[in-house]
């Protein structure tokens, strides 16, 4: 069923989606989200909190998804919508299901003409989903060719770019970790001769005391002195459209830029994303050879690259700052067009429910959707006024931005995804608030001076993408209500530690979440891609598929999460509460505790070489079936190694195809298909479709192959009867 949505239309906060606001009716009852579709048309509501501020006295009028948009005002007049107020985007997106890395490769292939990278993990999808292109033949959008080079090394790569922009050519990298660390010599260069392109980051934590292939913001800060703008991702939609933005504000600066989301953590992340067209991407962006310079032009010579000493130097960099001062009025443009032609807005900085909080909590990338969702829990559960600010923008930082938006509150908190244990003042995001808030107080450098600051709290989550919860974010709060520790850490068992203990289930209302336990190699993570991009683009679900695995992958165990829901999916943390939970790796029953989380009368699926279910729940361990037993789980099982073995046309496929038999459980076991209306024929050929975005290029033959796979996977899978459950109380 279609869930409501409705926008508001009244006095400056026009056109604000409304499905986030905590309605307070006038009986004084007060609940998150919209009523469900079959209330009133019309609701009347006292006052309406959330997002964007509050207001009395609003109407807001409900339809379902897919309908015409209705409206309602926050200005406290009753305006009946009509389609008149309705306010259209030319450009709404493309709807897909696509994880960050596939979202910057659909832009950059679109408008650039070359690449050099030398690509690391977890930078490495973006490189060679971009090569792919190239072999290909898939030209840009003005028909150009495109060009991808892989030298010996990113400060080779680096340098690759630089040529290439330095040619007039419109030019991109992928990079991630030490590799950007590598490149700074180049990076100071393609900023100094004013070259606009575009590096797109995946965040990864650098080799100090060990190697760590996950998400961490200390390569990004490390090369934060390089005269770049940095744009922040946290979500692949975000990540897709900010690449876009940040190419038009670089070129129209001449300023490079970097777009950067959090490694693996967006990167490999499959959401529900709205692509930009290719005809607004090309109008947006512009031909490039109208909007670059071509330095090596013979018939328009320039010096470039020259040796000055002290007569020159300090002139010629100096006079630079010319363009970076106009690096601020440029992206503010790209910003303000970008919302104009698609209907999505973004900022320097985005303020959640800060109007009015006394404890607001700021950070940079993907864990700050998991604080907005967590503000909420705060807000109408606990009652504290939290509000969090998510950064977009570290380079040019908005400092003055920030004030207005911190300077009411009573104390913040500032947490990053890194460790610099040697600056006593923090680390890099809190330095600039500090920073910010001492030219405040003095009225300097274009501060309103303000007469005092409210306490800073700062601290380190999240190195190496440690789980985030939205347990750590509360004992955040916590630490700020009762004027805990200046520094802390959130997440690990240490002395300068919070504890977490409120961890509260904060998924989507009606929201569907699946766990799963398997051994890289078996192809589950690959499967798991595939369900959500069913889940997205057949059902029309909001979905958020992930992976946790180590830097050795490949046989060795991995735990993969699917959640699918009606609306956007905001926290990103590991999923401790599920509906299904699947076991491709029986051997976890033996060795942990994969049931944990699961939610009571949910379902597990596992791999079995039995076919008679007393044979099945006999090898369950004792203390696994007392917790079947007290949970009231069912529980499935069928030969998902045998169906693969009997299926695959090719042998080394057998050990891969065994993941995507889960597809048609999880068909069997979920009620999208049946909630749908589509008949088996319709939901088959949109499975099709799915399996050949994945597998498409190894030929028709595996496609079908693995089509078949997960029609067995649905007829042959079954169930260990409750009373088996139940009734037995030993080994048998």
């Not at 347990?471 to 300068?496: C, E, P, R, S, Y």
């Not at 943390?573 to 989380?597: F, K, M, Q, R, Y």
């Not at 079995?608 to 099982?637: C, M, N, T, Y």
Request: contains cysteine; proline residues 4%.
């Amino acid at each position: 069923m279609a869930l409501p949505v409705a926008s508001l239309n009244g006095g400056a906060k026009a056109g604000k989606p409304c499905w986030e606001f905590v309605e307070s009716s006038e009986e004084g009852a007060s609940r998150r989200g919209l009523p469900q579709v079959g209330s009133p048309a019309i609701i009347h509501f006292s006052s309406v909190f959330g997002r964007f501020g509050s207001s009395t006295v609003v109407v807001v009028q409900l339809h379902t998804s897919g309908d015409s948009m209705a409206t309602g005002t926050l200005d406290g007049t009753q305006t009946p919508a009509s389609d008149e107020s309705e306010q259209k985007f030319q450009y709404p997106g493309i709807p897909v299901t696509c994880d960050g890395a596939e979202a910057v490769v659909w832009v950059e292939t679109k408008i650039c003409q070359g690449s050099g990278a030398f690509p690391i993990t977890s930078s490495t999808t973006m490189g060679s989903g971009f090569n792919a292109a190239v072999q290909n033949g898939i030209p840009n959008l003005w028909g150009d060719d495109l060009v991808f080079v892989e030298p010996e090394s990113e400060h080779s790569s680096a340098t690759f770019c630089e040529g290439f922009a330095a040619a007039g050519g419109r030019v991109t990298n992928f990079t991630s970790g030490q590799g950007l660390v590598l490149m700074k010599e180049v990076l100071y260069t393609i900023a100094g001769k004013r070259l606009g392109v575009v590096f797109n980051i995946g965040a990864r934590a650098l080799t100090s005391h060990s190697l760590n292939v996950h998400a961490g913001h200390d390569d990004v800060m490390s090369v934060a002195d390089c005269n770049w703008g940095i744009l922040f991702a946290r979500n692949a939609q975000e990540a897709g459209d900010l690449c876009l933005i940040s190419r038009r504000a670089a070129e129209a600066s001449q300023v490079p830029f970097m777009s950067v989301q959090d490694g693996f953590l967006t990167t490999h992340t499959v959401e529900s994303v709205l692509l930009c067209e290719p005809e607004f991407m090309k109008d947006y962006i512009g031909k490039p050879e109208d909007r670059l310079h071509n330095l090596m032009d013979p018939d328009n010579p320039v010096m470039s690259g020259v040796v000055q000493n002290q007569d020159s130097y300090m002139k010629g960099k100096i006079a630079q700052r010319w363009y970076y001062d106009t690096v601020e009025e440029h992206l503010q443009d790209a910003f303000d067009e970008f919302y104009t032609k698609t209907g999505r807005r973004y900022g320097f900085l985005d303020a959640y429910r800060c109007e009015d909080a006394e404890y607001i909590l700021v950070g940079i990338g993907s864990y700050m959707e998991t604080a907005q969702t967590t503000i909420d829990y705060l807000r109408d559960e606990k009652g504290v006024k939290a509000g969090c600010l998510n950064i977009y923008c570290f380079r040019p930082f908005p400092a003055r931005q920030l004030v207005d938006a911190l300077k009411h509150c009573k104390a913040i908190s500032v947490i990053e995804r890194m460790d610099d244990p040697l600056s006593t003042t923090g680390n890099h995001l809190t330095r600039e608030i500090k920073a910010a808030f001492c030219d405040a107080l003095g009225g300097q450098m274009g501060h309103e001076k303000i007469d005092q600051a409210p306490r800073i709290y700062h601290g380190a989550a999240g190195l190496g993408s440690r789980d985030v919860r939205p347990g750590d974010i509360n004992a955040i709060f916590d630490n700020m209500i009762n004027d805990g520790q200046d520094f802390f850490v959130v997440g690990i068992d240490h002395a300068l530690a919070l504890e977490s203990t409120d961890d509260p289930d904060l998924r989507p209302p009606g929201a569907f979440s699946m766990r799963g336990h398997s051994v890289g190699g078996f192809g589950s993570v690959t499967s798991n891609k595939v369900i959500a991009t069913i889940g997205g683009q057949v059902f029309g679900k909001d979905v958020q598929a992930y992976p946790k695995y180590g830097s050795e992958k490949k046989g060795l165990p991995t735990t993969y999460y699917l959640t699918i829901a009606d609306s956007h999916i905001y926290s990103h943390s590991e999923l401790e509460h599920v509906n299904l939970i699947v076991l491709n790796d029986v051997t976890a029953l033996d060795s942990g505790h994969p049931l944990s989380g699961m939610v009571d009368e949910g379902s597990i699926f596992m791999q079995s070489p039995f076919e008679d279910a007393a044979d099945v729940w006999a090898r369950i361990p004792e203390h696994q079936k007392e917790v079947i037993r007290s949970g009231k789980l069912r529980v499935f099982f069928t030969d998902m190694v045998n169906i693969a073995r009997e299926v695959a046309s090719v042998a080394d496929l057998e050990m891969r195809m065994q993941g995507i038999v889960l597809l048609g459980a999880f068909l069997k076991l979920t009620p999208y298909a049946t909630d749908s209306g589509m008949g088996d024929e319709e939901v088959y050929a949109g499975v099709e479709k799915a399996l050949r975005k994945y597998f498409g290029k190894r030929g028709e033959q595996v496609v079908q192959d693995n089509l078949t796979c997960v029609k067995r996977g649905y007829s042959e899978m079954q169930e260990i009867p409750q009373e088996l459950i139940q009734g037995s109380t030993g080994g048998a």
